[in-house]
């Protein structure tokens, strides 16, 4: 997959760093565009690691500028928040708002950028609507909802609440995934499907990696980095007829517990080939694993307001369980693994396309620099000032 990044015009990808979620769906977009439309360049904007999107998009990798925009929430691990330091961090944007719009207005004018779509960023819908550039943000959530939760009266919640809301409000488009609350801050808005592609079943293979039999259950615990102490490991290992896999850059050394490389298997790919995966509850494993039909067991998080949205909906289409974090850390969750690994209960099936839609939609809005929307988009906006 090539694309000359450093042509005219180009379609800005803005992709925040907070987990891999957002990059694992902007790159399915960024694949799905760069696929039907090749002639248009494409460049990223992230703090994604750049190995994470190597792997998903290869040598158009070689566009990505590393560089963060938001912040997000800070995280302890993958299933805890560090409300004090996030609070920190999300006022010292706030104090940096405007200079980092007027640097991104600079970047977007010295590119002579054609659109921009941003997961979910706010500052560059900011700088696009200064400079008349279509603005397009596309997710499950945005983090002005996700701040709502954290108001505890000190202000600066509220402060960023505001300041997202009417950076939101300049957009032109909202390209809406599922599992998401309503989103009423954005005047247009068009519901897209699932953005995730189904991986290659490479069982055998997998086996061959491993060195286990057939008849052993391969259970994915699907986070960046292992958050289970030795006693819960102990514990889980007792069952040898379960065998734990994490992926890199997770490490784990204990028995009955091993890493995977994502040099001898992909992500999707193993997903594909496991039996039962574990994770938070995220937008992008779950999305993972209903297009790999995947059982799941899903790990609360109480901090998280779109967890709620996910546990409540996951298991429409797949076989899935939920467990409490202090259940997960403490290594009590073999009971939901086996539960669903069992369950044949008929699921609803998932409209899948997601990313060939929206890449669709993108390319209506893109437009060259130095020409006018046909049908106004670029300039006439409805932002809420």
Request: aromatic share 8%; glycine share 6%; charged share 25%.
């Amino acid at each position: 997959m090539t694309n000359s990044c450093r042509s005219p015009s180009p379609v800005v990808f803005y992709i925040s760093g907070h987990g891999l979620g957002h990059a694992s769906r902007s790159c399915e977009i960024v694949r799905a565009f760069i696929c039907s439309y090749p002639e248009i360049p494409v460049r990223l904007v992230s703090a994604a690691p750049d190995w994470f999107v190597r792997e998903r998009l290869g040598d158009v990798a070689a566009c990505l500028e590393q560089r963060a925009l938001d912040v997000g929430l800070v995280q302890v691990d993958p299933i805890r928040v560090d409300r004090q330091l996030s609070a920190a961090r999300v006022a010292e944007l706030l104090q940096r708002w405007d200079a980092l719009t007027d640097g991104e207005a600079a970047y977007l004018k010295e590119t002579s950028a054609g659109a921009v779509v941003c997961d979910v960023p706010a500052v560059p819908v900011d700088a696009a609507h200064r400079l008349g550039i279509p603005a397009i943000v596309s997710g499950n959530f945005t983090w002005d909802w996700i701040y709502q939760a954290y108001d505890d009266g000190s202000g600066v919640w509220k402060r960023a609440v505001a300041r997202f809301q009417k950076a939101y409000a300049c957009a032109d488009l909202l390209l809406k995934m599922p599992f998401s609350p309503s989103m009423d801050i954005f005047d247009r808005q068009i519901e897209i499907p699932l953005v995730a592609a189904p991986g290659r079943n490479r069982r055998s293979r997998l086996e061959a990696i491993l060195g286990v039999p057939r008849e052993r259950l391969l259970v994915l615990l699907a986070f960046s980095s292992l958050p289970l102490g030795p006693q819960a490991m102990d514990g889980l290992a007792r069952d040898t007829g379960v065998r734990f896999l994490v992926i890199e850059p997770a490490e784990v050394r204990h028995r009955g517990f091993q890493a995977v490389s994502r040099r001898a298997m992909p992500f999707g790919d193993l997903i594909a080939s496991v039996d039962v995966v574990v994770s938070k509850a995220g937008f992008g494993i779950v999305s993972d694993c209903i297009a790999n039909r995947k059982p799941l067991v899903l790990v609360e998080r109480p901090d998280f307001p779109e967890s709620e949205l996910l546990v409540r909906e996951a298991p429409e289409y797949i076989p899935c369980r939920t467990v409490s974090a202090e259940e997960f850390y403490q290594g009590n969750f073999l009971e939901a693994v086996y539960a669903v690994a069992m369950d044949r209960t008929p699921k609803r099936p998932a409209v899948m396309g997601g990313a060939t839609l929206a890449a669709e939609w993108v390319r209506k809005m893109w437009y060259p620099a130095g020409k006018s929307s046909s049908d106004g988009l670029s300039s006439g906006r409805r932002c809420r000032e």
